[in-house]
Every structure is written in C-alpha cells, then in structure tokens.
Nanobody
C-alpha cells in the first residue's frame, strides 16, 4: 500500500537548520510530483514547496523562499526539505504528499504521512 514516512524533525534554535526526509513506497514515485506541507496549531495546512517528477522545477511559498530547498532522489524514492535560517513561525507539523499538476498548480494527492514535528524556539 502507499506509504509516506516523514523524519528529521526536532527542536532547533532560531537561525538553525534541519533536513526533513520523506521515504515513499507503494507507488511509482518517479512519476509523481512531490510536495511538503505544514500545519501549525489552529491554522490550515499550508503548501510549503513542491517539485516536479524529475526534479527539474521547484516552487516555494513566499514565506520560505530563499531559506528552504526541496529536492528528491528518485533512486531512493525519497524527497527532502532542507530548512535553513529557521524562524519561530516555521514551527509546525510537516507532511509530504505525492500529487500532480493542473497546469502550473500543484494538486495534492490523497495520501499523507504521519508528519514530523518541527519546533523553532530558544
């Protein structure tokens, strides 16, 4: 069955870095666009970044542009999110998702992992 397993979250001080990983199985990973979302307490789930199936194009939310980098390794069925210069407002549960594009708009697929908690605090 489809599985998405996120890891790499934790507690980090403002200005620090974390690298999240999402290991995928049960579907043709290299055929899907992939994304990272996040959800902070009391807020809606937010699309943070997405990447095309071959990894040739990436898109970021304005709030993370220049600080976060999404990448993928299709040989390992894994997508990554490198997060630098972290801020307290980046605190959230981070989820990966396998989806597709409607034109240039990313459309989330129906499978989600359990998420990984990122807490940015001094």
């Amino acid at each position: 069955q489809v599985q998405l397993v996120e890891s790499g979250g934790g507690l980090v001080q403002p200005g620090g870095s974390l690298r999240l990983s999402c290991a995928a199985s049960g579907f043709a990973f290299s055929s899907y666009a992939m994304s990272w979302y996040r959800q902070a307490p009391g807020k809606e789930r937010e699309l943070v970044a997405h990447i095309t199936s071959a990894g040739g194009s990436t898109t970021y939310a304005d709030s993370v542009k220049g600080r976060f980098t999404i990448s993928r390794d299709n040989a390992k069925n894994t997508v990554y999110l490198q997060m630098n210069s972290l801020k307290p407002e980046d605190t959230a549960v981070y989820y990966c998702n396998a989806g597709y594009y409607g034109g240039t708009r990313y459309i989330a697929g129906g499978y989600w992992g359990q998420g990984t908690q990122v807490t940015v605090s001094s």
